[in-house]
Structures are given as C-alpha cells and as structure tokens.
C-alpha cells in the first residue's frame, strides 16, 4: 500500500481560506497561556519504575513553528501551540497548576500545613511527576486532600502518584468527589471498555506518529500520559449544590453539576481566593456533547444551566476561574463574560438543534446547516477543536428522537457490506465506481470520494486500489479539519485503509478499577458475555460465595440470559457453588488464574453439581478487552 500524502491544492486553497476568516487579532490566549510559569521538567521523559517512558514532554515541539503547514488547518495549529506549553504556572498566590503532563491539569492549592490536589492526571507517573516539580519549586509539601472533579479517568487515574492510600484509610488525606462518582468512573471504563477503547484509538489517534503529518493533539490537551491507572474511592461525597468544606485550612463551597461533561462532576468556590474552578464544564475549546468514543450522550441543556448558575452564584466574586484543561481566565469582568459567552455556545447548539429537529430535519440535515453566530464563533474557546458542532447537534438529536430519522427507507437498511456490493453493481462494477471516486479526488470532493470508496471496500476488501482512495480522501479531510478529533479519526481511518490493524493480546483491566466494582456490577461484565449459540439450551444456577465479604451472589443462566440477584433467605440451593475470596475471583477472572489452580491451593472450593458450573462457563466469550476490531474496513 502507497504511504501517507501531502496536502492537495484543494486542501490548501481551504486551509488558507479559514486563514483569512480567523480572528487573529484577538491574541490574549497567547498572554494567557504562559501567564506564571515557572518551570518544567529538565528531562522531558517521565517514566515508570521500570525506566520505560510513559510521556515525552517533547513530543510535541514540532507545533512550536508559527505558522502552520499545508498539512495542519491553521486554527488547529494555532490551538495546539498553546496546549503543548508544559510545566509549573502560579495561578495565584497560593494556587498553581502543572499543565502539559497529561491531557488534563493538576491543581495545587496551598493549605495551613499541606497541599490540595485537584485531579491528579490520568496515571500515577504523571501526578507524581507533577508533584515532584511543585515541591522542587515551592518547597516540599504533603498532600493533605484530593479533589475528584467527576467521573473520567483523566482526572483520577494519578491518585496514588500523589497520595498513598493507606494514608487515606488512615484519615491522614481526606478525598473528595460528587455525588455517583464511583458507579460512573467504574461503569464507564468497562462495560462497553472494549469497544470504546478500541474507538477511542481513533479519537486520540493514539497510534499515529506525532507531527505535522500525523497525531497535532487532543483537543483539550496533547494527548494521554501512559503509565498505571489507579484509583482511591472518596472518603466524603458532595451531593448538593451550596455544600461546604474546610480541607487543610482552606474553605470550599461546591456546585453539583450531574449530566453535563460527566454523569457525575461538580464546580467549587474559593471564597479565600475569589477563584472559581469549573471542572470540564467551561474549556478553551467546545466540548463533546457525544465524544466519537461513544459514552452516555450529555444534556447540552442541563450543562448550559449549569453555567449559568455558576455565573449567578459566582460570577461576581471571583476574580480568577480555572478549569480542568487548558489555560485560566483573570479579572472578574472577563471570567463573567467567558462563562456567559461559552454557556451561550451550548444553549445556541442545543435551542436550535430542537428548532430544525421540530421543523423536519434530520440529525445530517441539521449538522450540515448549523453553526454559531459571529459573536460566539469568533471566540476561540468556542471553536470545535474538542467537540463539534456538527457531531453535537447529532447527539442532541440522538438524545431526542434516537438513531432513527423517521425515514421508512433507513428502519431496515442493508448494513455496510451487503450494502456495498448493491451499490457497486448500481454503479456498473468495481470499475466503474472506483473512476467515481478517482474523479471525486481529483476533484477536490473528499467527502463524496470517502463515501464511494468506503462502499466498494466494504464490498470487497482485498480491492487495494479502493483501499488507497479510501485513504487519500480521509488524509484531506485531515489535513482540513479543525477539529483535533476529527483529525485523528481521519488520519487512524487512513492508517486502517492502507493496513487492517493486528489484534493484539488483550490488555489487562486496571486492577484498582475492578476493585471498586461492587459485585453486582461486577457479575454484570460476565452477562454481557454471554454467547447466544454457545448458551442454548443450557439451564444452570451458580452461587458465587466470597468468604471475605460474607456474601452470595446467584447467577442463573436460562434462554442465554444470565440473571444476577443476591441469594435471599430461604430460597432454594443453586445447582453448585463456589466458595473463595473476592479477589482470587477477579485473578481468575481477568488475571489469567486457572480455576484448578485456586483449587489445588484451596483458594476455590466448589460444591455441587459442577456440570452445571461447567456448563455456564462454557457460555460465556473469553474477555478480550484488547480485541482491535476493524471500523474503516469490513
């Protein structure tokens, strides 16, 4: 297969077309950005125990020219010079934050005695890279609280690169998170975690060579740190708005903001500091209504709201707003009109999706007409490098009136590959549709080139040739988008065309996410892994008895159903049982532990009939949280 391509003429004439649309005299962005910053990491590699990189700060030092290539939309380039700034800031006297160590930042608040973290990173070598630097610059300090700003991984993942948890169990380090927050930062990351693992490879363009060329960024930050994800539950939980708490000295007043970037996120107030932090409701970029990823669609309403409480609760009492990506905001006026200017951006977007919608257009009709007007467009943390207003506006449909459009000729189309070969024979052979798409490329129609080569791939996926356009097409529209997810889901896509991807061995769960899981939720993962064919005509009932826990849990398989209940008094005996600690449980389950390992050891007993055991094991497909399914090609 051909290697990647430059940008076309048509690319370029595009590019430099937005060039001129831009609103490049507003350059504060600039100022804000490096406002404070005081150091960075000497060596840009941060690494693990073992001496393995798992961030290079460097990685993205090619976006330091100024000007952006053929190959990079300019506003898209403009946007990642400012994320790839990296290292210590001063916020304010006594708040500080490490930004550019992970697609996230890491807030540092000064207590009495210690330091307050706010969202420790994604991975523990990152938070404890992070903390490192400040206490090198600052003084060392120890951590005293953490702070959950919600539910995403990327904003506690690091814990224990900053905190030890038996500290925590101690009382010596108390923890922080809003209402929900463990069942969503546990539900999400596993239940569809395959799937969105695999689609997040595409969003984040996690294996696309970093340049000009290839990965510019994430949106809302340069990419995710690698390293060990932990996890830490809270030791108090924020459940409404106007809440208070005093940690290491300092006050903290707290707005609950459920359902709008995470099911479960909160705001608080400095009242000391007349700072207000927004979380991952307010950013330097629109955010994802729907990330391409997938994840629960958010209320785009609901997250406006928010916004505008925040503005009335404290708007006029901060002089400084900070957030969970980016950069901060200084000066009371300008953090009333931020707030006011980006809240308007989600109520314009989600207002006039409902309008169109109630008029009869439909979820592509409307992302093809939709856009902000000049005084919200013309802001740059308005603008889709995260999100997109064509993406958002079909996830307020979806939320709405779901997948299907109201059309009877889309109930029940043919799905990809059966639709592929229909439209290759409609278009007179393979020949004859791979001139349409050769046409389209040359004119400059990547879209439509996308479009009909897609179709003859799907109908047949050794047809190189299709292969090749179908990768050229997706390059330009790279090369042209503004979005930063867009991007990476174009140039993986390409990537894809050119190679089918190899399935890896499956990657291992995050052992701390797993612990947290309670054991309904955790006999839910064996449920979605039930086979149909593998199952039928299979009846069994298992107790599941974890001796450490006192408690029993039946699963009944029946009609390849697995059913998932708590064995009450004085029901009937299960068919077998299996008596263990939870955690032997969870080494046989994910770990790889042979069942006539724990047995042998007397770790597992099992009593009963153990056809029955048998005969639910043999339903269920093996875990293959790793499994990298093609998306671009059949």
């Keep these: ?99 550019g160590f992970d697609i996230s930042v890491m807030t540092l608040i000064r207590g009495k005695t210690g330091w307050i973290i706010v969202d420790p990173l994604t991975t523990a070598e990152a938070a404890a890279a992070a903390l490192a630097l400040a206490n090198e610059q600052l003084g060392a300090r120890p951590v005293r609280a953490v702070i959950y700003t919600h539910s995403h991984a990327d904003h506690f993942g690091g814990v224990k690169g900053v905190v030890r948890e038996a500290d925590v169990k101690a009382g010596k380090v108390a923890v922080l998170a809003p209402d929900g927050f463990m069942h969503h930062a546990v539900s ?90 927004l979380a991952e409701n307010a950013n330097v970029t629109m955010h994802n209504i729907l990330p391409p990823r997938g994840a629960l669609v958010r209320d785009a309403k609901a997250w406006a709201d928010y916004l505008t409480e925040a503005e009335r609760l404290y708007g006029s009492r901060s002089d400084l707003m900070f957030a969970s990506h980016g950069w901060p905001r200084w000066g009371r006026e300008e953090v009333s009109s931020y707030i006011g200017l980006h809240r308007d951006a989600y109520k314009y977007l989600h207002d006039q999706t409902v309008r169109l919608m109630n008029q ?88 439509w080139a996308a479009e009909v080569a897609s179709r003859i791939v799907f109908a047949d996926p050794t047809d190189s040739q299709a292969r090749e356009m179908l990768a050229r097409a997706f390059e330009q529209m790279a090369y042209q988008a503004e979005g930063m997810l867009w991007r990476n889901i174009y140039l993986t896509g390409a990537a894809e ?70 064995v009450m008094a004085g029901a009937p005996p299960a068919q077998a049982s299996l008596s263990m600690p939870r955690p032997a449980f969870l080494k046989m389950l994910f770990g790889g532990v042979r069942p006539a390992q724990l047995v042998a050891d007397g770790t597992l007993k099992i009593a009963g009939d153990t056809a029955a055991l048998n005969a639910l094991l043999t339903s269920l497909d093996p875990a293959t949280p790793g499994i990298a399914f093609a998306i671009a090609t059949p």
């Design 1 to 99: 297969m051909s290697q990647r391509k430059n940008a076309t003429s048509f690319t370029a004439t595009a590019n430099a077309a937005l060039l001129q649309q831009l609103n490049w005299s507003d350059t504060q962005d600039y100022e804000l950005a490096s406002r404070g910053f005081i150091a960075t990491l000497e060596d840009p590699l941060i690494r693990d125990k073992s001496g393995r990189a798992v961030w290079n700060l460097d990685a993205f030092k090619f976006l330091e020219a100024e000007s952006a290539p053929a190959t990079v939309n300019p506003s898209l380039w403009r946007h990642g010079t400012l994320l790839r700034r990296h290292g210590l800031f001063e916020v304010m006297p006594g708040i500080w934050q490490v930004r």
């Design 188 to 277: 999400e990351n596993l239940t569809a975690g395959p799937a969105m693992s695999r689609r997040a490879t595409y969003q984040f363009g996690t294996n696309l060579p970093r340049g000009p060329a290839g990965q510019a960024g994430a949106g809302i930050g340069t990419g995710i740190a690698g390293g060990t994800l932990t996890l830490i539950p809270p030791t108090r939980v924020i459940g409404r708005t106007g809440e208070t708490a005093t940690l290491d000295g300092v006050r903290f007043e707290f707005q609950v903001t459920p359902g709008t970037e995470a099911p479960a996120e909160m705001n608080f107030y400095l009242p000391d500091f007349r700072a207000l932090c």
């Design 360 to 447: 009869g257009l439909t979820g592509p009709e409307i992302a093809e007409v939709i856009a902000l007007p000049p005084p919200l467009a013309s802001k740059w943390f308005n603008r889709g490098y995260y999100g997109t207003m064509r993406h958002n506006s079909r996830a307020i449909y979806q939320r709405y009136l779901g997948w299907y459009d109201g059309n009877p000729a889309n109930l029940n189309a043919w799905p990809p590959e059966e639709a592929g070969k229909r439209y290759v024979a409609a278009m007179g052979g393979p020949a004859a549709a791979r001139k349409v798409a050769t046409d389209a490329l040359a004119g400059g129609d990547y879209r």
């Design 497 to 566: 065309a050119r190679k089918t991807p190899d399935k890896p061995s499956a990657t291992t769960v995050a052992p701390d996410l797993l612990a947290a899981l309670d054991s309904a939720q955790l006999f839910d993962l064996l449920a979605i892994r039930v086979n149909p064919e593998a199952a039928a005509g299979k009846r069994a009932s298992v107790d599941f008895i974890f001796t450490d826990r006192a408690e029993t849990t039946r699963l009944t398989l029946r009609n390849s159903v697995l059913v998932v209940e708590p």
